[in-house]
């Protein structure tokens, strides 16, 4: 990793620009504003069939279609589909990639702009002011109204996608008849936090960091970048799936030597690493790692995550897995004693399964089931 690794390539990604931009919760104003989406299936003649599905960390908009920088299949490719639980003969899927983002929306690497919204010829970089999940949903709610979509049928998404969708139900209430938060938390956990900082410092002590100002030497910090997915990527499988992967098994090798071995696990993370660098930038994943630690919905009203739903319409759906251990089960049942505190109708299913975090992006039968119940439930509720 101690080549020059050229930086992302360009893509034209379908957007939306919003001349008026957005304030920030933390009192910045992103001016304009670039909102990156796709689309799946077809909005219907009311308007009524739209379902919002908000990526995760790492994840991006292309949500069911090969990717244009690693040509790789979308990130949800295997629910989504005629018939399939995501049901794009019945409903209109949109996935936005989040403000703060690489791909497209506007974020670190695009162009820094100043109070009147004027071009200064290099990218945000470090400059970009804070973003908080709140600010993405923002985001998402300017496109929303772009389309003409009055009121999501649902808005769906897994770990930070989830926290995205909780807080389309606190900010939003009216804007979406289902909520189905995945795999996440109402606050991110010190544990969380401390994975995140390990990433972050990572990227901070490679030498091509630069400051941040990395492009200007056309270099990528890829080592500290590649360190970051490596230590991330082991919080979403479980002992369990790493050892049923890799064991011990040497890559090569049928036997130690203590020479040049390596086992099939660093092989594996190595790969993780090295493939992250080529599709995501450095200073987003700052930014957003920041977005998702600062979350904390309780937070937002006074410490009681039940006001945060109080007096809602919006009918839940939650999972979790029971091999997941950073977003654990008892995370996803503290959401639900809040909601059911709050009156709210909802539904809560813990699946078993030994794949860890990742489990909700990987083929898991009684989920999908569950998961596709809910919205077909949802839109016969209101005649879609």
Known sequence: MSQAIAPLPE????????????????GAVILPLTVAYRTYGRLNAARTNAVLVCHALTGDQYLAEPHPVTGKPGWWESIVGPGKPLDTDRYFLVCVNVLGGCMGSTGPRS????????????????????VTIRDMVRAQKRLMEHLGVARWLAVIGGSMGGMQVLEWAATYPDALVAAAPIACAAHHS?????????????????????????WENGRVPARGLAVARMVAHITYLSEQALTRKFGRRLRGASAL????????????????????VQRFDANAYLTITRAMDFFDLAAEHEGDLSA????????????????????????????VRALNAAGARVSFVE???????????LEEPEFHAALGGFLRGSAEKVGV
């Not at 939306?16 to 919760?25: E, I, N, P, R």
């Not at 945060?308 to 959401?335: M, Y």
């Not at 699946?351 to 992006?361: P, Q, R, Y």
């Open 190 to 214: 010190a544990q969380n936090i401390a994975f995140h900082e390990v990433g972050r410092q990572a990227i901070h002590g490679d030498p091509d960091w630069d400051g941040g100002r990395y």
């Open 257 to 276: 030597t203590f020479l040049e071995d390596v086992f099939e696990v660093e092989s594996y993370l190595r790969h993780q690493g090295s493939t992250f």
């Open 308 to 335: 945060a739903f109080r007096g809602t319409a919006t009918r839940f759906f939650l999972a979790s897995f029971s091999s997941d251990w950073l977003f654990p089960t008892s995370e996803s049942r503290a959401v």
């Open 11 to 26: 893509v034209e990604h379908q957007h939306a620009v919003f001349a008026d931009g957005l304030a920030l919760d933390c």
């Open 351 to 361: 699946i078993a399964s030994d794949k860890g975090h990742d489990a909700f992006l």
């Open 111 to 130: 162009e820094m702009t100043d109070a009147e919204g004027r071009g200064l010829g290099r990218p945000w970089g470090t400059d970009f002011p804070q």
